[in-house]
C-alpha cells in the first residue's frame, strides 16, 4: 500500500499526529517500537490548553470515563509564602489531568487507528530510505520477523522521542541546547490526603503532587543533576527526604502506601532542533525537549502535532508547498514553545531568585494576578508576557501600597 505520510513513534506526539492526518483523509502508517497499553517515564501532567485540545478532538471524554480526576486548584508553597489559586479557563476547560500514560497514550493510538490510520507496534525502524537526497520512507521489521519490509511515502515525520533516530538519521539541526540540570524522580502512593494539586519550590528542588487515574497520587521530585549517582544507591530515601522539606507533604505519604516502585531518570536534555527537511519533520520530544521541571512535554507534544497536522495537510493537499507549509510550523511552533523553553531553564536551575520570592509575596490574596501566574506555568499565559521586569514591578508596587494602606 502506498502512504501519505509515515510517522514513525505513535505515543502522544506520534498517534495524535497520525489521528489528525488521518482525519484529514490522508493514508497513514504509524509506527512504534511498544506495544499498548504501556508505560513509558512521564511528567504526566496535561496542561489546560491542551486539554482543551483533547476535548475539541472528542478523547477528554474518554480520559474522564477511565476514571481520571480533574485538578482545577493549586497550592503554589514558596517556602516564605503560600497560596492556593485557579487555573485560567481556555477554550471552555479550567483543569488540568495527569493521566497515566497506560491510559492516555492507548486511547490516542485508539484514535489514530478509529480515524484510519495503520498502526504497526513493536516494529523497529531500522533504516531510513532516500531517493535524491529525500527520504521518502522506512525500513524495518515487526517484532522478531525474519525479514524487513520497506514503507514508502513522500513525508517521515519522527515522533519517536528526545533520543529520535529520524532527527540523527537525518542530521536534524540543534539550534539551542542547554546542558542537562536536574534529574526526576516520582512514584505513585495510595491513601495521600490532597485537597488540590500541589506544588513546592525549594532551593535545589521543585516537589509537584497530583492526582492521578485508580485514585492514586503521583509525586515527583526534581534535583539536581549532581546528586544522581548519590541518590540512586537508595533514591526512596532520597525523595522522601525531599517530600520532608515541604511542609507536611512528607508525613503524608509517608503515612501513604507506595503501589509500584519509584521511576528515576537524569536523561532530560534540554534542546530545540529544525524541524523539518527533505521529506522529513518531526514532531513533539523529536523536535524539541524540555527539562520536566514545568511538565510541559505532553502539552507541547500535543501542540506540535495539531500545528504540523495543519501544516501537511496544506502541504499536500497543494494550497501552498509542502516546505513552505512546513516552515511556517516551525515558526508556529518555535513562537510557542520558546518563551516556555526559556522559562524551564530558568526553573531547572533550581535556585530561587530575591526576586522570585518578592513576586510570589506579592501575588498573595491577589486571586486574579494568582490565576494569570498559575495560567503561565500552565501554558494559558505566555511565559514572556507574565514573567517580565514590567510585571513583577507592577505587582511589587501593588503590594508596596496595601502595605501603607494597612
Not at 483523509?25 to 496542561?47: E, I, K, N, W
Not at 510557542?336 to 498573595?364: S, V
Request: hydrophobic fraction near 50%.
Amino acid at each position: 500500500m502506498a502512504y501519505d505520510v509515515i510517522v514513525v513513534g505513535a505515543r502522544v506526539a506520534g498517534a495524535a499526529t497520525a489521528m489528525l492526518l488521518a482525519r484529514a483523509g490522508l493514508r497513514v502508517l504509524a509506527v512504534d517500537r511498544a506495544g499498548f497499553p504501556s508505560d513509558t517515564v512521564s511528567s504526566h501532567q496535561v496542561h489546560v490548553p491542551a486539554v482543551a485540545r483533547l476535548a475539541r478532538w472528542g478523547l477528554l471524554d474518554r480520559l474522564v470515563a477511565a476514571g481520571t480526576p480533574p485538578t482545577r486548584e493549586v497550592c503554589f508553597d514558596a517556602g516564605t509564602v503560600a497560596f492556593t489559586g485557579r487555573f485560567p479557563a481556555h477554550d471552555g476547560v479550567d483543569a488540568l489531568y495527569s493521566p497515566r500514560r497506560t491510559l492516555l497514550d492507548a486511547v490516542l493510538v485508539d484514535a489514530a487507528r478509529a480515524a484510519g490510520a495503520e498502526v504497526r507496534e513493536r516494529f523497529r525502524v531500522e533504516e531510513l530510505v532516500r531517493s535524491d537526497g529525500a527520504v521518502v520512507g522506512i525500513r524495518g521489521r515487526c517484532g522478531v520477523a525474519a525479514t524487513s519490509v520497506t514503507e514508502r511515502a513522500p513525508l517521515v515525520i519522527g515522533a519517536d522521542g528526545k533520543r529520535s533516530f529520524v532527527a540523527a538519521s537525518v542530521g536534524a539541526r540543534v539550534r539551542r541546547s542547554a546542558p542537562v540540570r536536574t534529574f526526576a524522580s516520582y512514584g505513585y502512593w495510595s491513601g495521600v490526603p490532597l485537597a488540590a494539586g500541589e506544588m513546592y519550590h525549594r532551593p535545589g528542588r521543585v516537589v509537584a503532587a497530583f492526582p492521578t487515574n485508580d485514585d492514586l497520587t503521583m509525586v515527583y521530585v526534581a534535583a539536581p543533576l549532581a546528586e544522581f549517582e548519590a541518590a540512586r544507591r537508595d533514591l526512596a530515601a532520597h525523595h522522601l527526604r525531599s517530600l520532608d522539606r515541604c511542609g507536611d507533604l512528607g508525613s503524608r505519604v509517608r503515612g501513604a502506601v507506595r503501589v509500584e516502585r519509584l521511576r528515576t531518570t537524569p536523561d532530560q536534555p534540554n534542546a530545540v532542533r529544525a524541524a523539518h527537511g527533505p521529506g522529513w519533520a518531526l514532531a513533539g520530544d523529536a523536535g524539541a525537549v524540555l527539562d520536566s521541571v514545568t511538565a510541559q512535554g505532553i502539552s507541547h507534544a500535543l501542540a506540535d502535532a495539531e500545528s504540523l497536522a495543519a501544516a501537511v495537510v496544506a502541504g499536500l493537499g497543494g494550497t501552498v508547498s509542502l516546505a513552505v507549509a512546513l516552515a511556517g510550523h516551525e515558526r508556529e511552533r518555535d513562537r510557542r514553545l520558546l518563551p516556555m523553553y526559556d522559562l524551564t531553564l530558568r526553573l531547572a536551575e533550581l535556585r530561587p531568585r530575591r526576586t522570585d520570592h518578592a513576586l510570589f509575596a506579592a501575588l498573595a490574596d491577589r486571586p486574579a494576578e494568582i490565576e494569570r501566574f498559575l495560567g503561565a506555568l500552565a501554558g494559558v499565559v505566555p511565559a514572556d508576557q507574565f514573567f517580565t521586569p514590567r510585571v513583577v514591578l507592577r505587582l511589587l508596587a501593588a503590594a508596596g501600597l496595601d502595605r501603607l494602606r494597612g
